[in-house]
């Protein structure tokens, strides 16, 4: 268990800029994702902190030693580090237990010391009726399972994880979001995870770093992310949002067609528009008021209303021809067509700098 | 529950990365590989362009351009070159898919009828065919005249022909294109035909527009390999374009070396013969440099084999027909012959004989030659797998600067032709430092460098079928470059390194154009036998000698197949 510190990192390839002086650290024991669209830089990121790639700038350090510079890449065989791929990338001419035992074997422990870690650590993950079989004999739920004992055995400094359970089916990927986060919960490997489903970002980790075009656009915990974001990019990505773009009337008031907001939290860009973002469940919906709606408040016809259990979904055009999102409960009853009135809580209404 | 461990891993022994000992061994065998090619090349590049005193000139590249020299025999080369490429490619890929892809029945044993074609050295398949088609004494121009009535000097083929160089030519080279073709279609993961399959595409059109692309890598290095080696080979055009009175580049560099020599004028010859192989690899590179096709992942399925319906037996019959003729047909004639004590005599109680087999081993030299040609044999084949894997990794996986150099100089000696690699053998290992003559070793020099290309080719398109996944996997758990190679990477292509190390093995055995330079007396080869038993007139002899050869790389072609069989079985459950 390390602290990794990535610091100023960057590497081109060509002309194009993978990862652009990103700076990011991963404090020991913690379980940090790197979550954002295909093409963003984070699995590139990733090759760099296991070594498999240079960077063309910057530096990475773990407990403070330095591992990765220009020039000076400590190979990936001497980081101590461990990783999961979105192949598995399982050794099909091995058996479950001699991948398992690979990394072992390669630090030349007594054998005997090696097969009792194989059978306990096989019997924590349920993998031990499948001991001596081969790789392309089990499920992908089970070779997911392999390939995390085999990365978790050999108890390294850092765990890297790239899209572990893209290969998996929903159901599956589901169960195995707990169990990596069970695993971390029982070992606490400082960890990297790489993900574009943020809702197994949103499970797994304690921080997640959001990343577009090589850069990191936030770093917060899931719950930071979520109810703090602080661009359109980040709330758009984390959960579905209504954004609202407008005139900036004060410090944290903005006019949005008509629409009068104010923010309680967040802060807009200095000059040019402002952006706000609400996520659609914060919107209440009541009779429309009589006269000219206050602050924070409109009124709008209901344009579509779609029962989801649960909830309700509506989708609210106002008279300025904005479209709002709203989730209710499924108490809460509007017909299609009806004039309604919406209050837009400040406390929920998040100013947004870009 | 071991801190230890993980603390004396890595932190202590951190040496600078130039310092990493798997580099610096694979940095060793770039070297060594540079200095094995680039020694005779040097002088190849030296006599080419100094005349007999040594005088700087381009005098012997003036000559080139004389048609009776050059231009002549270098355009039927190209001709007949191209004529084998196609041949074994239109004869190996429809075998291939059958084989590998349809319901066929007695698919093994089709494949393991191809691969007895290895067995054949080409130009013991020569003088076979010579038996089989010469125009008048050929066995199937006699049965010709006896069954149709004809004439005594009608004939139905006539092997002494440039058609019948390419019919012998590809009958020898289709197997490595079928090796080549059928592994890429084992491996080639069926769910991407399926996914073809139900995007609505007929099977017609699946098979044109995803499994033939698929296949394109291997289909044209097949196609390459053909080429290079009727490009390259000595024996066959030796024993069935001279008495046809014409040449081919090989056979007039060789006459080059009759006396007087002119080997100045033989290394000019040589060097259109390398720039033609390097426009050809460049154009692979081209047609090939911008797809990714990465098939082996870690998972794996059954194939799904395409039901032929009533095809099934007429395709079997087709194939049949073409192994019979190519592989069956010449070994059966070698093997007559190797009874009788002329080639006339028809066959029967009376005319059998052992007198072929008592001449032969009545020789003095034939123990010995034969302990020769399998030490050398086994050695040649074991370094030269081990120098394929190696640089075939270093290119598949850029791991060391200057890895397209390596990728050049593995492939550069195709372009040349025995017989003149063994003239620059000859000169290079005759003087200071390195006076090998009349050992073995010249011998061993001469065959790693020869078998490097088609060894290095075979092990690149493997590489490119490997997931690199699978060997980071390794890295990060610790292993180092090489310690990840042998674990992981060499046992997952098992089966193509042990194809390799047979091509090499048996190569090596039927190596003739530049072992005829580099023997002595106490170094000879049973290839070098052989051809001297022909000098003579000894086809009997040669029969025999020939089966004794295809004896032994039977022998270890089924015990190669059968450790490639072995890894296939536990990496397929």
Same mark, same amino acid.
């Given at each position: ?34 979550? $954002? ?72 422990? +007594?054998?005997?010391? !090696? ?19 081969? +790789? ?119 006019? *949005? ?5 104010? *923010?309680?939290? &967040? ?17 209440? !919906? $009541? ?6 709606? &206050?602050?924070?408040?409109? !009124? $709008? ?24 999102? !709203? ?17 837009? +809580?400040?406390?929920? *209404? ?5 | ?86 041949? =074994? ?38 003088? =076979? ?25 009608? #004939? ?13 030519? @590809? ?10 073709? @059928? ?103 081209? %047609?090939?440099?911008? #797809? ?77 030659? %034969? ?22 990794? %270093? ?35 005759? #003087? ?42 390794? #890295? ?62 000894? %086809? ?34």
């Amino acid at each position: 268990m390390s602290r990794l510190e990535l610091t100023n990192l960057t590497k081109h390839f060509g002309t194009q800029i993978a990862v652009d002086a990103l700076d990011l650290t991963v404090e020991s024991g913690q379980l940090v994702s790197l979550l $954002g669209p295909s093409g963003c830089g984070k699995t590139t990121t990733l090759r760099l902190v296991s070594g498999f790639a240079a960077p063309d700038g910057g530096s990475i350090t773990v407990a403070g030693k330095q591992v990765s510079a220009t020039g000076i890449v400590v190979p990936p065989e001497r980081r101590e580090m461990s990783m999961i791929f979105q192949s598995y990338a399982l050794w099909p001419h091995l058996t479950v237990a001699e991948n398992v035992a690979y990394g072992l074997k390669l630090r030349r422990l +007594p054998r005997a010391e !090696i097969e009792s870690r194989v059978r306990v650590l096989l019997e924590t993950m349920q993998l031990t009726p499948y001991e001596q079989r081969y +790789p392309a004999e089990l499920s992908g739920g089970q070779q997911q399972r392999v390939g995390l004992a085999r990365a978790l055995i050999v108890e390294p400094k850092i765990l890297l994880l790239d899209e572990p359970l893209s290969n998996l089916d929903a159901n599956l990927r589901e169960e195995m979001r707990h169990e990596i986060r069970r695993l971390h919960d029982r070992f606490h490997y400082t960890t990297i995870y790489v993900t574009h489903d943020q809702s197994e970002a949103m499970t797994t980790s304690d921080l997640i770093a959001v990343m577009k075009d090589g850069k990191i656009e936030q770093v917060g915990s899931p719950h930071d992310i979520y109810e703090r974001p602080q661009t359109e990019f980040v709330a758009r990505f984390i959960g579905s949002t209504n954004i609202l773009r407008g005139r900036r009337t004060g410090e944290h008031i903005a006019d *949005c067609e008509g629409l009068s907001l104010a *923010c309680e939290s &967040g802060a807009f860009a200095p000059k040019g528009d402002a952006i706000i973002s609400i996520r659609p469940h914060r919107i209440l !919906i $009541g009779a429309p008021p009589a006269g000219t709606p &206050g602050p924070n408040r409109a !009124i $709008g016809i209901v344009e579509r209303a779609v029962y989801l259990g649960a909830q309700r979904h509506y989708i609210i055009k106002l008279d300025s021809g904005t479209r709002l999102q !709203i989730l209710a409960s499924s108490d809460v009853v509007a017909q299609l067509n009806d004039r309604i009135g919406l209050t837009l +809580p400040a406390e929920h *209404c998040r100013a947004l700098a870009r | 529950m071991s801190i230890s461990v993980a603390d004396t891993h890595g932190a202590t022994r951190r040496l600078p990365a130039w310092l990493d000992p798997s580099l610096i061994i694979l940095g060793l065998v770039g070297l060594f590989l540079a200095f094995l090619v680039l020694l005779p090349f040097g002088w190849l590049a030296v006599f080419s362009l100094t005349d007999e005193q040594g005088t700087f000139s381009f005098e012997n590249f003036y000559e080139l351009a004389d048609p009776a020299l050059f231009l002549g025999p270098f355009i039927t080369t190209l001709g007949i070159a191209f004529g084998v490429g196609i041949l =074994a490619c239109a004869l190996a890929v429809p075998l291939a898919w059958l084989v590998s892809r349809t319901d066929v029945p007695l698919r093994r044993t089709l494949r393991g009828l191809i691969m007895t074609s290895f067995i054949t050295p080409p130009f013991l398949g020569a003088v =076979a065919w010579v038996l089989l088609a010469a125009p008048n004494s050929g066995l199937i121009n006699q049965y010709y005249r006896i069954i149709f009535g004809a004439g005594p000097y009608d #004939r139905f083929v006539n092997i002494f022909t440039a058609e019948g160089i390419i019919f012998v030519m @590809a009958s020898y080279a289709f197997p490595y294109v079928f090796v080549l073709a @059928a592994n890429t279609l084992d491996r080639m993961p069926h769910d991407m035909e399926e996914a073809s399959a139900i995007l609505g595409g007929s099977r017609w059109h699946t098979l044109r527009r995803v499994t033939f692309p698929m296949v394109l890598p291997a289909l044209l290095a097949g196609f390459l390999i053909a080429f290079l080696q009727a490009m390259t080979q000595f024996g066959t055009p030796a024993i069935l374009a001279l008495p046809a009175g014409f040449h081919v580049l090989t056979t007039k560099i060789w006459s080059l070396f009759q006396f007087p020599p002119k080997t100045h004028l033989a290394a000019a010859c040589a060097i259109p013969l390398l720039l033609v192989t390097i426009v050809l690899l460049r154009s692979e590179k081209w %047609l090939l440099g911008r #797809r990714g096709f990465t098939m082996i992942g870690g998972k794996t399925g059954a194939p799904q084999l395409t039901a032929l319906g009533i095809w099934r037996y007429p395709a079997l019959l087709a194939a049949l027909f073409v192994i019979i003729v190519t592989v069956v047909l010449p070994n059966l004639v070698l093997i007559r012959a190797s009874m009788l004590r002329t080639v006339s005599d028809s066959w029967s109680l009376d005319t059998i004989t052992w007198d072929n087999v008592r001449l032969v081993f009545g020789l003095t030299h034939t123990w010995t030659t %034969l302990e020769n040609t399998l030490l050398v044999g086994l050695v040649a084949a074991s370094l030269g797998t081990v120098f394929a894997v190696l640089i075939a990794y %270093l290119n598949a996986r850029r791991a060391v600067p200057g890895h397209r150099f390596l990728s050049f100089l593995a492939t550069a000696p195709a372009a040349v032709p025995g017989i003149v690699l063994g003239v620059a053998l000859f000169i290079g290992y005759t #003087r200071p430092p390195f006076q090998l003559y009349g050992t073995l070793w010249i011998l061993l020099l001469a065959f790693l460098t020869i078998e490097m290309p088609p060894a290095y080719q075979q092990l690149q398109a493997a590489f490119r079928g490997l997931n690199p996944e699978l060997e980071d996997a390794s #890295r990060i758990l610790g292993a180092g470059r090489l310690k990840s190679l042998t674990s992981i990477v060499a046992p997952l292509l098992k089966s193509s390194v042990a194809a390799t190390w047979c091509f090499v093995f048996i190569g090596t055995i039927r190596e003739l154009s530049a072992t005829i330079l580099l023997t002595t007396s106490n170094t000879k080869l049973v290839s070098v036998l052989i051809y001297d038993l022909n000098e003579n007139g000894e %086809l009997g002899g040669i029969a025999v000698l020939g089966l004794v050869l295809m004896a032994i790389t039977a022998i270890v072609v089924i015990a190669a197949n059968r450790i490639a069989n072995v890894g296939n079985v536990a990496a397929g459950r």
